[in-house]
T-cell receptor
Framework: SAVISQKPSRDICQRGTSLTIQCQVD?????MFWYRQQPGQSLTLIAT?????????ESGFVIDKFPISRPNLTFSTLTVSNMSPEDSSIYLC???????????FGDGTRLSIL | QKEVEQNSGPLSVPEGAIASLNCTYS??????FFWYRQYSGKSPELIMF????GDKEDGRFTAQLNKASQYVSLLIRDSQPSDSATYLC??????????FGKGTTLSVSS
């Protein structure tokens, strides 16, 4: 089965710094998404990563805080900028392999901000 | 605002029993319906999806969809302790991102 690799798997960062999370898929996908899961909560969509163009952000999320790239059909990055303790969450990428197909998730990045 | 509602639980069932998990959604335009299982500290894992009204069975799992009532459920037959997890209901219109419920925690006791 196809593999979704997310790096890093976890990190502990200092407030005010930035971290870039990578999502690599071993085959081309039609859609890629980034979600956040805060402690004890469900998943909230941050943005849809669009190949070759700017990401589409959900209400409450802005490009300056969460810049996203998707240079091709198998790779995307999410940067969490100027981090604060409130950014401590699990960040997940998800992908769709074809039209009318389910989303599948990477293993997630567990981020803690000190 | 599009919403997906689930009882948070915990839902406790004895081993071998049927676990019934329920979900309602607000957007009548929703076309696809998913159940994900999430173990503590892990990412969500897809276990069932359903697009049409009625039942869909896969092993011990049955998903049920009633679009008129905007209701989707997941039945787990012969529940096992390994089924203990949080079950997330998610819906979308095709080609769009998922909207998740808050999840129902299932505990299966041996």
């Amino acid at each position: 089965s196809a593999v979704i690799s997310q790096k890093p798997s976890r990190d502990i960062c200092q407030r005010g710094t930035s971290l870039t999370i990578q999502c690599q898929v071993d085959s081309q996908v039609t859609m890629m998404f980034w979600y956040r899961q805060q402690p004890g909560q469900s998943l909230t969509l941050i943005a849809t990563a669009n190949q070759g163009s700017e990401a589409t952000y959900e209400s409450g999320f802005v490009i300056d805080k969460f810049p996203i790239s998707r240079p091709n059909l198998t790779f995307s990055t999410l940067t969490v900028s100027n981090m604060s303790p409130e950014d401590s969450s699990i960040y997940l990428c998800s992908v769709v392999w074809g039209s009318n197909q389910p989303q599948h998730f990477g293993d997630g990045t567990r981020l803690s901000i000190l | 605002q599009k919403e997906v509602e689930q009882n948070s639980g915990p839902l406790s069932v004895p081993e071998g029993a049927i676990a019934s998990l329920n979900c309602t959604y607000s957007d009548r335009g929703s076309q696809s319906f998913f159940w994900y299982r999430q173990y503590s500290g892990k990412s969500p894992e897809l276990i069932m999806f359903i697009y049409s009204n009625g039942d869909k069975e896969d092993g011990r799992f049955t998903a049920q969809l009633n679009k008129a009532s905007q209701y989707v459920s997941l039945l787990i037959r012969d529940s096992q302790p390994s089924d203990s997890a949080t079950y997330l209901c998610a819906v979308n219109q095709r080609g769009t991102a998922l909207i998740f419920g808050k999840g129902t925690t299932l505990s299966v006791s041996s």
